[in-house]
DNA sequence: AATAAAAATGCAAACGTTTTCATTTTGAAA
DNA sequence: TTTCAAAATGAAAACGTTTGCATTTTTATT
């Protein structure tokens, strides 16, 4: 009477219905899925249809639990609501779903304790290599990492000297290089709208070549010109026109694109022509500061390649152990000047 | 002299070692996890600190085999690189986070065959239950998940006979609310710019909304407004700015805000004044239309709400097999109105 | 046709938990 | 103190695969 004692519950098929289906033992299907050109063709063939007939779907989670790897790989960034990683997250994902694996993602929001308690979350599920944003990162979650010898890469920033593998650009040269150019327009007045830099290396480096930029060309920015601005559009902007209501810099340079835009909309509101009554420049160059009016000028970080590389970087590091040469991607950075800046001509300025 | 025969390799303790070091059996801490109650205090705190000492992190796989909860949702969308799901996405991925659960994601790009695929790779992952987003879905994807009782939950998109059980908004609705908005305000000369409907019913519903109140108020619309444009501002820019050099409707209706941000730098690319010469509107009200200059007039969707209401009901199907009431969620739409839109006085229109 | 080597397949023991059932311990009532 | 029920814990059998080793089948060689 029953009979039906292999059959999983819930009447999804298992291995062992294939294989009986079939006529072969569970062995030679799992060899199926995983190392097919061990079986003759014509076994192929009839596991191929019986697995299609059962509409059979695999249960990695069982095989992981044998071999070592879960086909999942984590990857934990500050915000997901946000234009500045969401171009690098769907670049990873693509690339590891081109190689039949899935990406878990969570958002810390710049909190190391909560990224601390992901890396942990994750690591319950087994996941085959993670990707951290920045170099800031709790010790126990690098710990656990490293015990279990879970492949990690920190993405989005690049050092040459950096503990961890990592993808990424020289974010204190994307610092430099906008520094540079508002420099050689001519700007002297100039005001920094930058994120905290708490926790966040990215912002940290791109302020530290900044204001090295400023030194040599013996540039001292008031205190009260360099303003602390979160990572959105509606609060940039608002802090700017407060800003620019009391203060006039001949130009703003911004942490992020998202400030930048932030800045732009203020001077519209304020009825500042940008860039002739103010030159306004960004870092990052995401999808859409191109279009803006006038074009946001920026330092462009190539998030795309970002995600696709940090993926091919897990997926060599977990498959084989080894980094792929070269050991640190440092990812190209280039200035993109657009509209949105000017060479400072006398009637604008303080 | 191999007596570490428990221990698992890679040095990482495994509930066995905790159990030995706390002087309990493998059940103990296995319940020490999963009912803690069911434990005296002094157990549990042995446990607790023998599982600190070790550095131990549970394998949830090894009991995802059995008991039937592997701890992960899925959620698919046509695009992460993209506002409009963002805060959606984010929102779904910390509630579960709340719950001590995990997010797998991945994105479609609209094709609906890779929908299936990505479902199925879910699937081989034993997620506890997974969101869509829309109606429109394979019917093989419909089928692995019946067959396996895997909760379903489709969301952005309402319909009180839907299939599925949904959590959104009725997008026909917000069509008819952004359309009467500027019907009211006078419009006649109206172009469209939408996205394609295929694959897409959020669109196909919106669309239709318009449509009906346009057709209700006796305006027709050549077909040459009918414009089809992709999820991009770039690209919208370019196909506004191409519109409005041969033609000059009154107002513009977008399928979502992300075109009409491209139909705003249109304007102000071609010296355009809105809304004194053009009333842009859109639909979906994601974070940054707000901030614009002049703020976009839209429907808003509330994309938070969406994303924890979706987490919400996913928890709550797989933990008790029975839909949250109410059983379909329908959130609420409101219509902003900012400045992109304006009466429609002579010195205007075609 | 006989034999050896290679290729294909099967058997059964893991993998690290959870859970049922049985057993022991505890606490309360007599 | 006993006695009994309730609470806490332990022993061992799953869960659905993968893989090392053993066995069978095929192919190549003589």
New interface residues.
Partial sequence: MNQRRTRSR???PGIVDVARRAGVSPATVSRFYNSPDMLKVPTRNRIKQAASDL?Y??????G??HNRF???FGLIVP?????IF??M???F??RL?MQ?R??????HGYDLELETA?V???????IDGIALVGFDHGQVAL??LS???VPVVSIWNYEDNATLPCVGADNRLAGQLIAEHVVEYGHREIALLFPDTINNDRARSRMAGVEGVLKNHAITINESRKINCPY???KA?KIAIELLKIDRPSAIICGNDVIA??VM?AC??LGLTVPRHLSVAGIGDF??S????PGLTTVRLPAKRIGIAAADTLLTLSETGMLPNPTNHAMPLSLKKRGSTAKLSEDSGA
């Fill in positions: 819930k009447g999804a509409g779907i695999r249960d990695r989670m069982a992981a639990l879960s086909g999942s915000t997901i609501d946000n234009a969401a171009e997250i769907e670049a994902s693509l779903q039949d899935t990406m878990l993602i969570a958002a992901i942990r979350s994750l690591l319950e599920r087994r710990n656990m015990q279990r010898d959105d559009v509606g902007k835009h932030g909309f519209q509101y999808g859409g191109e279009y803006l009016e």
